[in-house]
């Protein structure tokens, strides 16, 4: 326990406040802003870090439980750093009745991780989500920016390896 | 001047099926052959035919092709764009007839469309505000402008449209009431959360055909003397974001939108907000919470938004297809758009038609055509010669509907009575290897994930419909099960604070209304009669496939298989889990199910 906290401590007193600011200022005075800030501190970050978060409730005169009730209400924020590549595996009702249960316990098998969850060297997070939006081209799933339509098990091995090899292909 | 345009779709469908490539290799080709000034390439929204992405049309000889590849493009430029002559390999080729089809019109996916909505999808470039001014763009707005709020309001009362975000509220009275709540600061706001899974029209339109969701939403400003809107769009759609944005620096470059709209002394303001990924953000009232930046959850109505909405003040929300339809009516008056459609449901209603029929893809079909015509003459039938055995419509808030009413005419309220309902537009059709339970379980298991947890009856009661629903899959049900679930889903629909809630336990009640006897296999007779749940299913060796090599032996678990070399083997029924182990090993395909 000691040492975790004063892990924590570390970090707190080495972390840049400089790009949090950054982005509050571009907010300065607009309502409703507490989503977008959000977004950009994890556009930033890739996550949101406790630090931003607790600094962000002070910048807005806030509770940091409001920040964080915020924070984990919605699906698209994390508060843990993630993949460098993220997949997500679409579990909408198109994507289910074409089978994608199979692919997706597919991908866990390779990737050796549970939904959510990021393999050990950094390289991929598995996440599963509702719907991508190209049903008709079920089942899909997106890595990055990237999607992949009419997905079989055998496929996966091969797209994975596009992005084991080397840089981010977005 | 151009000689030639070619159009090809870059909806999401598209990109994935590759269609930057292909515009990158027909570039290379033009230049190779110095056609550059002479051919001119469009990248359209979505064409709808999504399951013969990527889709190229040639104009002006109006040729489609599907499935096109980068590396069709040096033949398409040789043969057609300097030789002139058709490729017919790269043609859609009628199924039933074996006849090769040039125009798309004449393809039978299109044929039964009516596309009202959906018009300049995938005709016009969508980042283009010329485009869409040259096909009567704006001219809906031109004539409010002229009208003045009552006027507008009675058109759209007139026209009978009905919000197409899932209710089938009357839009004209919504404006109405927006209208008559005084108050010196209104909001208009755009519900683009579209969180449905399995559908995908709204994204259509907004990639496609985003000048028309824009001035549909201007016109509501001024119905409802509104100054001020937004534009709530779900985080998983950058490309619908992007699209937008640049339609709206567009109108306003061009006095569309901003202060003195068109010299008329109208101002008005569009923002765009980006969701975070929440389903129930979908539901008007989480929606503006969320727009406030709170957690997305809802609050009981009254007050309604139109009362009380957005900071407080006044707010008319409206979904982007019931939007995109709002300049044609005033364009081409309420009579002529009331004459397409039902009695009780006026115009047309855009479908996502996906699951198991052979021609998934995007469709606008005129209210009051039947499933029939939708799955078997739009969707070309169900794959591989499967039987079809019903139709998921609504999404998690609506219901499956069966064959035996094949004929239903789709409206509201005939969907309604059917126990479905329209919901957004998602059409999931499902055959023979389809088992309704699962479909119910997989319902239940997303609204159950999505519940915000304020209320106690969606929170806890979807929880253990849920657990019911997984036993019954898992061959654990009890006979009790069916009324234990009758009883939850009546509790939960009567006490949940939104619609989430109130509709939830629907997938389950129409299952139950009209597969009950698939309920009774799966919890008397211990069966799937799909043959989908696993640890329902029985396997059994094809003594005429096996070989007697014993690799299934050696990996069961249970020592449930038994034989000699070289003879069949047999599966020890009792003894066997059902962990299909032996099913993955075998290389003769001698491991069946039943
Ligand atoms: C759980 C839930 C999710 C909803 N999701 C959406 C949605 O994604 N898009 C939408 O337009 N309406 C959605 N609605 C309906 C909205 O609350 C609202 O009725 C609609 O936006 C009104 O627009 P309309 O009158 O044009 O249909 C949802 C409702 C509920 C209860
Ligand atoms: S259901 Fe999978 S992309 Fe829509």
């Keep these: 326990m000691g040492e975790q906290m004063g892990c924590a401590c570390a970090v707190e007193e080495e972390f840049d406040y400089e790009k949090v600011e950054k982005v509050m200022e571009n907010y300065e005075g607009q309502k409703g802003a507490m989503v977008p800030i959000l977004q950009s501190i994890q556009e930033e970050y890739g996550y949101l870090p406790r630090p931003a978060l607790e600094y962000v409730a002070k910048r807005l005169r806030i509770p940091a439980s409001k920040v964080y009730g915020v924070a984990t209400f919605y699906a698209q924020f994390h508060l843990a750093p993630r993949g460098e590549n993220i997949i997500r595996i679409c579990r909408g009702t198109a994507c289910h009745v074409r089978g994608v249960s199979k692919v997706a316990d597919k991908m866990k098998e390779l990737l050796a991780v549970g939904v959510g969850e990021t393999t050990e060297d950094m390289k991929f997070t598995y996440e599963e989500v509702a719907c991508i939006g190209a049903c008709g081209l079920a089942p899909v799933m997106m890595i990055n920016d990237r999607t992949y339509g009419k997905l079989t098990q055998d496929r996966l091995e091969g797209i994975l390896e596009e992005y084991r090899e080397g840089e981010d292909q977005g | ?594």
Aim: glycine share 10%.
């Design chain 2, 1 to 594: 001047m151009y000689e030639k345009h070619i159009l090809i779709c870059a909806g999401t469908g598209c990109i994935s099926s590759g269609t930057l490539d292909v515009r990158d290799a027909l570039q290379r080709e033009l230049e190779k052959h110095n056609l550059t000034d002479k051919v001119r390439i469009i990248l359209s929204g979505c064409h709808g035919f999504c399951e013969k992405g990527p889709l190229f049309i040639v104009y002006p000889e109006d040729v489609f092709y599907v499935e096109v590849t980068p590396d069709d493009m040096p033949e398409l430029v040789e043969e057609h764009l300097i030789k002139g002559n058709t490729i017919e390999r790269l043609l859609y080729k009628d199924p039933t007839t074996d006849e090769y089809i040039y125009n798309h019109e004449d393809i039978l996916f299109y044929k039964k469309q009516k596309r009202l909505t959906l018009r300049n999808c995938g005709v016009i470039d969508p980042e283009n505000i010329d485009e869409y001014i040259m096909r009567g763009g704006y001219r809906g707005l031109k004539n409010a402008l002229f009208m003045g709020p009552t006027e507008i309001i009675h058109s759209v009362k007139s026209s009978g449209l009905r919000g197409r975000g899932g209710a089938g509220f009357p839009t004209g009275i919504k404006w109405e009431f927006a209208c008559n709540s005084e108050n010196d600061k209104k909001y208009v706001v755009c519900n683009a959360d579209e969180g449905d899974p399995g559908a995908f029209m709204d994204r259509s339109v907004l990639e496609g055909d985003p000048h028309a969701v824009l001035e549909g939403i201007i016109i509501c400003g001024r119905a409802i003397g509104s100054d001020e809107a937004y534009v709530y769009v779900r985080a998983e759609y950058p490309l619908a974001v992007r699209r937008l944005r640049t339609a709206i620096a567009q109108a306003e470059e061009y006095g569309l939108l901003g202060e003195n709209i068109l010299n008329s002394g109208f101002d008005f303001k569009v923002n765009v907000k980006e969701g975070a990924g929440a389903f129930v953000c979908g539901e008007e009232t989480a929606l503006l919470a969320s727009i406030e930046g709170e957690r997305g959850m809802p609050r009981p109505r009254p007050p309604f938004p139109a009362v009380k909405g957005l900071w407080e003040k006044p707010t008319c929300i409206n979904n982007v297809e019931t939007l995109a339809n709002v300049p044609l009516i005033l364009r081409k008056g309420h009579d002529w758009y009331s004459s397409v459609g039902t009695e009780g449901s006026k115009g047309t209603k855009i479908f996502a038609l996906t699951g198991k029929v052979n021609n998934t893809g995007l469709c606008e079909v005129p209210m009051g055509i039947t499933i029939r015509e939708v799955v078997f003459d739009i969707g070309g039938g169900i794959r591989f010669g499967k039987k079809f055995k019903a139709v998921q419509i609504g999404g998690p808030s609506g219901g499956c509907i069966p064959e035996e009413q094949i004929d239903l005419p789709i409206d509201f309220d005939s969907l309604t009575a059917a126990g479905a309902m329209m919901g957004s537009g998602g059409m999931v059709a499902m055959d023979e290897d389809d088992c309704m339970v699962d479909i119910a379980r997989y319902f239940l298991s997303f609204t159950q994930n999505e519940s915000c947890g304020k209320c106690t009856p969606c929170r806890e009661g979807t929880k253990r419909m849920l657990e019911t629903l997984e036993r019954i899959t898992q061959g654990k049900g009890e006979a009790e099960d069916i009324a234990h679930l009758e009883n939850l889903a009546i509790s939960i629909k009567d006490s949940s604070l939104c619609g989430l809630g109130q509709t939830a336990p629907n997938p389950v009640l129409t299952t139950l209304r009209y597969f009950r006897d698939e309920y009774e296999a799966h919890i008397f007779d211990r069966k799937c009669p799909a043959g989908l749940c696993p640890d329902l299913l029985t396997y059994y060796i094809d003594p005429e496939l096996c070989t007697g090599c014993r690799a299934c032996i050696k990996v069961c678990p249970v020592e449930a298989i038994s034989g000699e070399k070289k003879e069949p083997h047999v599966i020890d029924e009792p003894k066997c889990i059902s962990c299909g182990a032996c099913l993955e090993r075998c290389k003769f395909d001698a491991v069946k199910t039943k």
